[in-house]
Each structure stands twice: as structure tokens, then as C-alpha cells.
């Protein structure tokens, strides 16, 4: 069966950096674009950062980029989501998901919650 695993999440004071990775199994992993998203409290999940079948293109929110980086590894079936400079915003549950057509993603986790403190 399809599954999204992420990990690495957890509390970071403001200014700090954390590394999230979600390994994907149960699917052709390369044929898939992968994305990561957010979502806080009170609030509608929301786009983070995208990276492309070979990882030749990533693309990211206006809010992360700079401060955040998208990468794939195609043959261990992981993406990975390496985060500077955070801020109290950037506190979420963060999803990781595969997409067979973006922006339409067919498979996600079950989160990692992020928590920056100020």
C-alpha cells in the first residue's frame, strides 16, 4: 500500500533549522512530482515548496523561499525539506505529498508538527 512517512519535525527556537524527510513507498516514486505543505492552526493547509520528477526544478512560496530547500533522492524514494531561518510563523503540521499531475496530489502523511518558538 501507498505510504507517506515524514519525520524530523519538532521545537526550534526562532532563527533556528530543522531537516524534514518523508520516505515514500508502495509507488513508482520517480514518476511523481513531490511537494511539501503546511498547515496551522485555524488555518487552511497551504503550498510550501514543490520539486519535479528528476529534481532538475523545485519551486516554493513566497514565504519560504530563500529560507527553505526542496531535494529528492530517486533512488532511496525520500524528499526532503531542509528549513533556516525560521520563524514563529512557519509553525504547522507539515505534509509531505506525491503528485501524478500537479498541482492535483493523490497521496499525503500524516504530518510532522513544526513548532518555532520566538
Known amino acids: 500500500q501507498v505510504q507517506l512517512v515524514e519525520s524530523g519535525g519538532g521545537l526550534v527556537q526562532a532563527g533556528g533549522s530543522l531537516r524534514l524527510s518523508c520516505a515514500a513507498s508502495?509507488?513508482?516514486?520517480?514518476?511523481?512530482?513531490m511537494g511539501w505543505f503546511r498547515q496551522a492552526p485555524g488555518k487552511e493547509r497551504e503550498f510550501v515548496a514543490s520539486i519535479s520528477r528528476t529534481g532538475s526544478t523545485a519551486q516554493y512560496a513566497d514565504s519560504t523561499k530563500g529560507r527553505f530547500t526542496i531535494s529528492r533522492d530517486n533512488a532511496k524514494n525520500t524528499v526532503a525539506l531542509q528549513m533556516h531561518s525560521l520563524k514563529p510563523d512557519d509553525t504547522a503540521v507539515y505534509y509531505c505529498g506525491a503528485a501524478a499531475r500537479a498541482p492535483e496530489y493523490d497521496y499525503w502523511g500524516q504530518g510532522t508538527q513544526v513548532t518555532v518558538s520566538s
Open positions: 508502495g509507488f513508482t516514486f520517480r514518476w511523481y512530482v
